[in-house]
Structure formats: structure tokens, C-alpha cells
T-cell receptor, first 112, second 116 residues
Framework: GQQLNQSPQSMFIQEGEDVSMNCTSSSIFNTWLWYKQDPGEGPVLLIA?????ELTSNGRLTAQFGITRKDSFLNISASIPSDVGIYFCAGRTTSGTYKYIFGTGTRLKVLA | EAQVTQNPRYLITVTGKKLTVTCSQN?????MSWYRQDPGLGLRQIYYSMNVEVTDKGDVPEGYKVSRKEKRNFPLILESPSPNQTSLYFC???????????????FGAGSRLTVL
């Protein structure tokens, strides 16, 4: 099945630093979702994007729906230790089926 | 509390022994889906259901069955489990298309299955 290209795969950062990750696809999406997964838990929604060019914030998190509708990025500002986890992007295709495609995840580790 | 509940959370079984992973949501969502998560492969869709009695294959349906007899429940059935089905499984749901938040998937906490 199709998957999104998500990068970076993993990153170590210092507490207080800003973090950026992105997802790209060869397909056009009508929705981009960003999730965080903590160890032993299911993914939890962080931000949902519905329109090309849309820029949405949730606290220290900011995400954008790319103009081409084939990409999205997530920024985390002033990272803290509890930001540790795996971040996934997901796109919903524009085809008739209710299809979600997931990125392979970015594993974030924050050094205090 | 609005949630998706999966059971069991952890299971170790042997090859060929039929098992069912249950999934229930209390949000009156029409859409439900099963995913498996494997290292380096992300989340892959197994089966999904647009509504009661409507199910369809995802990307990796081989070896699995599902049913949707009631709106709230969407069990995943492994008729004859094999070691390559060892994985972390997630159930998810979302509202009917056209409703607020329709494109947002809510996930369960996951079921870790080991087939020996």
C-alpha cells in the first residue's frame, strides 16, 4: 500500500530547541492529520488540517497544509521532555474511498 | 468519556488457534478501521467499515476477517493466526463524512499480539 515519506526518521534535540518534521506524498490529499504516539499507547490527534495553505497551531505546535496538497509540516517550539514520542502524519485521499495513508513516523527524543 | 476500547491489550497465542480482538466505540461513529503497526512500516490498514454491514479490505487483509453487525463494534478475527501476524493492532473510528470532525480518526490504545 501507499505510504507517505516522513522525515526525519528520528532526532535527538536539546530541551528548549525547536523541532521541524515533514511529510510528502505523490498523491493529493484533502486532509492532513498529525498524531503523537507515546509508548504503549495509541496515536493521539495533535492537529487536523483541511485546506491547502492552512496554518494551524495547538499550543507550541504548528502545522501547515502545503499549497500543492502533497505535503505538510509540523513544528514544535521550545521542546520539553514530555514531547518525547513518535509523531505521525496521515493524509486522507481525495478518492471516493475513506482512505488514510500514514507516514512511517518521526521518533523524537529530547535531552534535558 | 469518548473513546475507542480494544481488548485484549496483550495476547500471546500459538499458531492456528483462532482469536478475536474486540473493538468498541461510544461516539456513534459510522466509520471504523483496523490497522497493524510494524517497525519501519508505519500503520497499515487491514479492513475498514463505512457503516453497519458494510466492510471492505484495506492494504493488508490476508489472514484477517471482520464483521460489523452493530454500529459500535468492529471485531478483528484471526481464524488461523501465524507468526507473521505478530504485531501491534489499532482500531480507529471517525464520524460520518460531512459531520464535524469527519476526517479525524480516534484510535484505541492498541492490542499487542504475539503468535508463537
Amino acid at each position: 500500500g501507499q505510504q507517505l515519506n516522513q522525515s526525519p526518521q528520528s532526532m535527538f534535540i536539546q530541551e528548549g530547541e525547536d523541532v521541524s518534521m515533514n511529510c510528502t506524498s505523490s498523491s493529493i490529499f484533502n486532509t492532513w492529520l498529525w498524531y503523537k504516539q507515546d509508548p504503549g499507547e495509541g496515536p493521539v490527534l495533535l492537529i487536523a488540517l483541511y485546506k491547502a495553505g492552512e496554518l494551524t497551531s495547538n499550543g507550541r505546535l504548528t502545522a501547515q497544509f502545503g499549497i500543492t496538497r502533497k505535503d505538510s509540516f509540523l513544528n514544535i517550539s521550545a521542546s520539553i521532555p514530555s514531547d518525547v514520542g513518535i509523531y505521525f502524519c496521515a493524509g486522507r485521499t481525495t478518492s471516493g474511498t475513506y482512505k488514510y495513508i500514514f507516514g512511517t513516523g518521526t521518533r523524537l527524543k529530547v535531552l534535558a | 468519556e469518548a473513546q475507542v476500547t480494544q481488548n485484549p491489550r496483550y495476547l500471546i497465542t500459538v499458531t492456528g488457534k483462532k482469536l478475536t480482538v474486540t473493538c468498541s466505540q461510544n461516539m456513534n461513529h459510522e466509520y471504523m478501521s483496523w490497522y497493524r503497526q510494524d517497525p519501519g512500516l508505519g500503520l497499515r490498514q487491514i479492513y475498514y467499515s463505512m457503516n453497519v454491514e458494510v466492510t471492505d479490505k484495506g492494504d493488508v487483509p490476508e489472514g484477517y476477517k471482520v464483521s460489523r453487525k452493530e454500529k459500535r463494534n468492529f471485531p478483528l478475527i484471526l481464524e488461523s493466526p501465524s507468526p507473521n501476524q505478530t504485531s501491534l493492532y489499532f482500531c480507529a473510528s471517525s464520524p460520518r463524512v460531512g459531520m464535524a470532525g469527519a476526517n479525524v480518526l480516534t484510535f484505541g490504545a492498541g492490542s499487542r499480539l504475539t503468535v508463537l
